[in-house]
């Protein structure tokens, strides 16, 4: 034991070993370590722990929890600790690799129970570690499923003597062994689970490594990783170890020292290739003898560089069979079948995961359809199995086949993981003498091969005008393709492409072999060759060319370095291309970025509108502009462009984009024809939805005239009696409410004048107002028409101002607005409380919970404000005033005895006929309504909005004076725009005053109305919407638009009270709707779940008690009545204003316990 | 002095308008609606003055027109639209919104304000945050209307 360690170990005032080993790892150098090292070699020595930490645990007990070491921030002083235990253990290290190398193989090829048994031998040599918790998990899953990892999770989660560290880890890689969890969720899932606090940042990057890492630059953090798991066995040290050296040798000149330094020290002692190949970047002349491995890979190598392809497949194949570890002879097997366009053949076990392997790679070399899904799963294997070599292989291709960038990092990475007896290994090297003295030795040992002279070529000296010498074994597309790089390599960019350019179309064309990969590659180099000369507009068409003829050709090009080169120097050669256009379609997802190049396409051609393009069709190649018209010409882009003039102009000019794609591309007609329904669908909603906003005022006068008659006509006989008895000569009546005299000119004119009191009680003015029976019987008359205009059951104002504006719809309407935007609560009915808004209690963490509650409090008055008004405007004004009933309704029918005088004098006198007097009756309550609905308009415009208007304002303030604009940001931007949303909310409330025309649905299809309906719904109950499974078992049948809207009135009634009645949130409710024909009658079902208290009560007795006392004939009785379910509504809709006679309305659970209301009406004379 | 207006709000148009003619009586005020109507009028007509709004529907909402979407950042989209086209106009945007747009799209009127300061330096003078209950939008108003007199 070295003197000055002795002496602080024993001669200091306290005997604290731990602290003087801690010294010497963080202080003292690597002699006196060494030397310590020496010292307390044996296991027995009672201050070995100290040195070499739990080299080998007896359970998972004792992981994670040994930290004798300290944190220290020098990478070299962790190595060299982490070196000496590894020198010790070399021995049971050489062994543990060569086991691990064989549980791999046999994991690989699907032989579970031998590779289980090969797991129990390490553990049982050299016990239990973080390597074996993996490779449990790992095995529980694939050979047992995810229910025995979780199993093998809940022992070690379960076991309370486990380190809570340990349990951690456990959890993730669990987690990360599942085979059906995509790399992506597992990633995110992490992230959550170690976003701690930046104080634990040592842990965090600890943790990332454990169970994140692969490919991760591990330099800056390898001290924090090295801390850690020094509480690991040493067969873990040991490959975190490697896994460190490998991140440095491939870093700056700096950590790849430290590497080197480290690594010279294991030469000879641990039997790794991991560790040959370190040493074999750092000293490129090492020695090293090739084995029969080795010797067979050259083989296979030199027989696919010189094209015989039939034999290095089958090589390759036997080669994979005993070492399935090997990713680069999958490759090689996949590549060589694809050069002699042979199928792929699976020789591997079915379902062991060397087959999984070969099949998603062959998909993806092939540039196959699927080749997303195996993406995901090379990447999520390469996750799952980052601690094997094979792992790092899988990794390397994904990156190089997904991602557009290449990473070199990556690559070196992999290949010293890979068997680096092996040409490619010449690459690593920076310095092509280095690679030469590889090569050399390589050579000396199984001879100068084709594939060692393409190495010698690839990594020759990079002076541009040096010779390309290639081997003229390799086949001719394949050596045109070598050429091109290596003259990309020198900078003679022009030269590659000359070569680059007719391959690309060759290769295209099938006139030269390669297939898909060759021509990923070709089109690789030339893009990054035209890049460089800047010859844009070739490459765009180059890029635009190889993507139409195959999407996956370009799915690696960094594109958006050439869409960046376009948008700095706006080349005007490149704007005349539509290929210009269609190259921002594939790199761009926002429409405006691609709407810049249409428009600049369209204007350097001189045209606004791509249909101007079909008389210039010549001009362009087919698919060219089938794609720009397809891809580009979207209705999201052309809503950029300025030279349309509403929506209806833009899908005009997207059907006839649509229509000009199906005549000229028949291969994809399904895809036009499906968008232009999909168009006419959906202008159709909206004209549905404009139709329900502006008719909603609905008096049914032909029926009011129709079922009245009878007793009309007797009335207006008694009154043509009365009217040939009576004078109305000097007539004089009273206002009696304004104190004024009216009287009667001789050319008969009503005029007023002030009344005395004494006047007002004159016999004469009570006798003439009184007992003129000519306009009693008048007044009598009028009055019965109007009060069967505002509110006869069947025809009546009242009726449809009950159905489509205060059932609901009105409340909802306002509160709408303000719900899309989360600034309106919900309200406990039986305490009438408003509840916390959840939406912002989650969002305004950073508020402090007084600030909080005081917001919420805000939004609770506001809300309040709003169902005040709301209500206010249901109950007491969107009402029908008379003159003795709702004195606040804005329907104002009441006339007073003098104004229905002038009315009478004015327009009635002479009139003798039944019919002329009832159309001038008519005329005088349809002036009204138009008077009326002006005021009401009026009155949401100004007025209603002003007060609603200023509860925001006033809501605005009070969150003003509680927290700061950057507390509370979003819910003040929402407090902003709903002043904008709610002066078109009011807006459209405003225009369902008015009277309803002609119907804007012409004809409507039975789907149509259920969608419109939805969609409606929906926008009344923006978080409340549902989205009913719909069944259309009848062929189509197409309703006459005059039906629409009672249609949807009926529709509307029964999806709202499934809303509001079901007890259920809306994304519980499982509704469904089934039309049916059937023997000219329809049947529509409506189903919807309820809660369970809902359902005990019973809602259908209820219902039935009401009903049960109306027939259908007598159905308009209850309508007026509000609060109720609206299906007494239904019924008239159906009997009166949808004019069926044998309609039946019903209502009853299914056998699911759903409430079902069940519709059904002859067809006849509803349709066109 | 030719003013053009975009902005999709009445009341906020209304009080605008009336705060214009204050300053400047002779001002010649044209309303638009929409990006499309806006843009329409910005490649038609030469203005000397643009007042901006940020958030606005595609097309002028109307009893037959929804807008066909409400776009966040259609100012912005319109100052693109003119620097493309080399429409000179100096523009002021004048906003209800103190934040833009949601998730990754998300930005403050500070943010944005420096965004199109830079992209637009020509024709971008600066932007003004309106808010009805108070009158500090007035003031700013009159002052960018006083240095485009200067």
Redesign the interface.
């Given at each position: 034991m070295p003197a000055g360690f002795r002496q602080r170990l024993y001669n200091s005032k306290e005997f604290n070993p731990k602290k003087v080993f801690q010294d010497l790892q963080a202080y003292r150098d690597f002699n006196e370590m060494q030397a310590v090292a020496n010292y307390v070699a044996n296991p027995n020595n009672p201050f070995h722990r100290f040195m070499f930490g739990i080299t080998f645990a007896r359970a998972y007990n004792e992981l994670c929890t040994y930290r004798s070491f300290v944190l220290t921030d020098s990478l070299q002083k962790e190595l060299d600790w982490m070196s000496l235990s590894l020198v010790r253990y070399a021995k049971e290290i050489s062994q543990f690799v060569k086991q691990a190398n064989a549980f791999q193989k046999t994991f690989l090829l699907g032989s579970y129970q031998q590779a289980s048994e090969i797991l129990e031998t390490i553990i049982s040599e050299f016990g239990f570690s973080l390597w074996s918790l993996e490779k449990t998990f790992l095995l529980a899953e694939y050979a047992h499923g995810l229910e025995r990892n979780k199993k093998e999770l809940t022992n070690i989660i379960g076991d309370e003597k486990n380190d809570e560290l340990l349990k951690f880890i456990a959890e993730y890689i669990s987690l990360r062994c599942e085979s059906k969890m995509s790399d992506e969720n597992y990633r995110i899932r992490l992230s959550r689970g170690i976003d701690f606090d930046d104080d634990f940042f040592v842990l965090v990057n600890y943790l990332r490594y454990r169970l994140e890492q692969i490919g991760m630059d591990l330099t800056s953090v390898a001290t924090h990783i090295t801390y850690f798991e020094g509480s690991t066995p040493i067969i873990d040290r040991y490959l975190t170890f490697i896994t460190i050296l490998q991140s440095c040798a491939i870093a700056d000149q700096e950590y790849s020292e430290i590497a080197k330094n480290v690594v010279v020290r294991l030469d000879g002692l641990i039997e790794d290739l991991r560790i040959d190949s370190l040493l074999q970047l750092f000293i490129p002349d090492r020695e090293f003898e090739c084995n029969t491995l080795a010797v067979n890979m050259i083989e296979v190598l030199d027989n696919y560089t010189n094209g015989y392809y039939e034999i290095s497949a089958e090589m390759a194949s036997q080669i994979l069979t005993d070492n399935p570890e090997s990713y680069e002879f999958y490759y090689i097997y996949i590549r060589s079948l694809a050069h002699i366009g042979k199928a792929f053949n699976q020789f591997f076990p079915e379902d062991s995961v060397a087959a999984s392997i070969l099949e998603h790679s062959n998909v993806i070399i092939r540039g196959k359809r699927l080749y997303n899904r195996s993406f995901n799963y090379l990447s999520k294997l390469s996750t799952s199995l980052w601690r094997d070599p094979l792992a790092y292989g899988l990794f390397d291709f994904y990156v190089e086949e997904a991602l557009p960038s290449q990473e070199k990092r990556i690559h070196k990475l992999m290949l010293l993981n890979a068997h680096f007896l092996n040409p490619r290994f010449a690459i690593i090297y920076e310095d092509k003498n280095n690679a030469d003295k590889f090569l050399n030795q390589l050579s000396s040992q199984v001879g100068e091969g084709s594939t060692l002279s393409l190495m010698r070529a690839i990594t020759a000296s990079s002076h541009k005008f040096d010779d390309v010498q290639l081997p003229e074994e390799i086949p001719e597309a394949r050596r045109q393709i070598y050429l091109a790089e290596i003259y990309e390599k020198k900078g003679r960019f022009q030269s590659a492409i000359s070569v680059l350019q007719p391959l690309l179309i060759d290769i295209m064309e099938d006139k030269l072999p390669g297939g898909f990969y060759s021509c990923e590659r070709v089109a690789g180099a030339l893009f990054r060759c035209y890049l460089e000369r800047k010859q844009l507009a070739e490459c765009t068409d180059m890029v635009v060319s190889s993507f139409l003829q195959n999407d996956l050709l370009t799915k690696k090009l960094p594109l958006i370095q050439l869409v960046k080169s376009i948008d700095e120097t706006g080349p005007i050669d490149v704007m005349r291309k539509i290929s210009y256009p269609i190259l921002y379609s594939i790199v761009h997802t926002k429409p405006?970025e691609v709407y810049?190049a249409y428009d600049n396409f369209l204007n350097s051609m001189g045209l606004s509108r791509p249909t101007q393009l079909f008389d210039m069709a010549d001009e362009f190649s087919p698919s060219d502009l089938q794609e720009f018209l397809l891809k580009v010409c979207t209705i999201d882009v052309l809503?950029?462009s300025?030279h349309?003039?509403?929506?209806k102009d833009?899908e005009t000019e997207r059907i006839r984009i649509c229509q000009f794609l199906s005549e000229k591309d028949q291969t994809r007609l399904k895809i036009y024809s499906d968008e232009i329904s999909s168009i006419t669908s959906r202008s159709l909603i909206?004209e549905g939805?404009?139709q329900i906003?502006?008719s909603k005022i609905h008096v049914d006068e032909k029926g009011i005239r129709t079922t009245g008659r009878k007793l009309l006509e007797e009335s207006f006989a008694r009154y043509r009696e009365l009217a040939s008895m009576s004078s109305i000569k000097n007539m004089r009546v009273l206002n009696q409410e304004s104190l004024y005299l009216y009287i009667i000119t001789r050319d008969g004119k009503v005029i007023k004048a002030p009344i005395s009191t004494t006047e007002l009680k004159d016999p004469v003015f009570e006798k003439q107002i009184v007992h003129n029976a000519l306009f009693i019987n008048f007044r009598e008359l009028f009055m019965d028409v109007r009060d069967r205009f505002i509110s006869s059951g069947e025809h009546g104002l009242d009726g449809y101002l009950s159905v489509r504006i205060r059932h609901g719809v009105l409340q909802n309407q306002i509160r709408s607005t303000f719900e899309a935007l989360h600034l309106i609560s919900e309200k406990d009915t039986t305490t009438e409380e408003y509840l916390i808004n959840p939406y912002w209690d989650t969002r305004l963490e950073d508020v402090s919970v007084e600030n909080r509650a005081a917001i919420q409090e805000q939004l609770a008055n506001f809300s309040r404000d709003v169902d005040a008004l709301a209500q206010r405007l249901n109950k007491e004004l969107i009402q029908v005033k008379t003159e003795k009933k709702n004195t606040d309704g804005l329907f104002d029918y009441s006339f007073s005895t003098i104004e229905l005088y002038q009315i009478f004098v004015d327009e009635f006198l002479q009139i003798t006929d039944f019919d002329q007097f009832m159309d001038c009756l008519f005329g005088v309550l349809w002036t009204r309504l138009k008077i009326n609905l002006e005021n009401i308009q009026n009155y949401i415009s100004v007025e209603l909005k002003n007060t609603i208007?200023e509860s925001i304002?006033q809501l605005?303030?009070e969150i003003r004076k509680i927290v700061s604009?950057f507390q509370a940001?979003?819910l003040?931007?929402n407090i902003?725009?709903c002043?904008?949303n709610l002066?078109?909310s009011m807006d459209s409330v405003a225009?369902w005053f008015t009277i309803s025309g002609s119907s804007i649905v012409p004809q409507f299809t039975l789907e149509n109305l259920v969608s419109i309906c939805i969609e409606s719904i929906n926008n009344i109950y923006p978080h409340k919407k549902i989205y009913p499974e719909n069944y259309f078992s009848s062929e189509e049948v197409i309703i006459d638009g005059k039906f629409f809207a009672p249609f949807f009135d009926i529709l509307r009634t029964i999806m709202d009270n499934a809303i509001t009645h079901s007890g259920l949130p809306p994304e519980k409710i499982k509704a469904q709707i089934i039309v049916q024909v059937i023997d000219n009658r329809l049947t529509m079902q409506i189903k919807n779940s309820l809660e369970k208290q809902v359902r005990e009560s019973d809602p259908i007795a209820n219902l039935k008690t009401t009903h049960s006392l109306i027939e259908t004939a007598e159905v308009t009785g209850g309508i007026a009545k509000e609060g109720r379910s609206g299906l007494m509504k239904v019924r008239k809709l159906m009997a009166i204003d949808l004019q069926r006679k044998d309609s039946s309305l019903d209502f009853f659970y299914d056998n699911e316990e759903n409430f079902v209301v069940k519709l059904s009406m002859e067809i006849e004379e509803l349709c066109i | 002095m030719k003013i053009l207006i975009i902005e999709?709000?009445?009341?906020?148009m209304q009080r605008i308008s009336n705060e214009i003619r204050e300053i400047k009586t002779d001002a010649l005020i044209t309303e638009a609606r929409s990006?499309?109507s806006g843009?329409?009028l910005l490649?038609s007509v030469k203005f000397d003055f643009l007042l901006l709004d940020m958030?606005l529907p595609?097309?002028d909402?109307s009893?037959?027109?929804?807008?066909?979407?409400v776009d966040p950042f259609s100012g912005r989209?319109i100052l693109?639209?003119m620097f493309?086209k080399d429409v000179i106009v100096p523009t002021v945007v004048i906003t209800?919104?103190?934040?833009?747009g949601d998730g990754s799209d998300l930005m403050?009127l500070d943010e944005l304000d420096k965004e199109l300061s830079e992209n637009y330096s020509s024709i971008y003078k600066g932007v003004i945050y309106y808010?009805?209950?108070e009158i500090n939008w007035k003031e700013s108003l009159k002052t960018f209307m006083e240095k485009m007199n200067d």
């Open positions: 405006r810049v809503s950029c300025y349309f003039n509403g929506t833009l909206r939805m404009r906003e502006v208007y304002s605005e303030r604009q940001a979003e003040l931007q902003a725009r002043q904008t002066q078109y225009q | 999709d709000d009445s009341n906020k990006y499309q843009m329409q490649m958030s595609i097309f909402i009893p037959e027109e929804d807008g066909f979407r989209n693109g639209e493309r209800m919104f103190e934040t833009f403050t808010n009805s209950s």
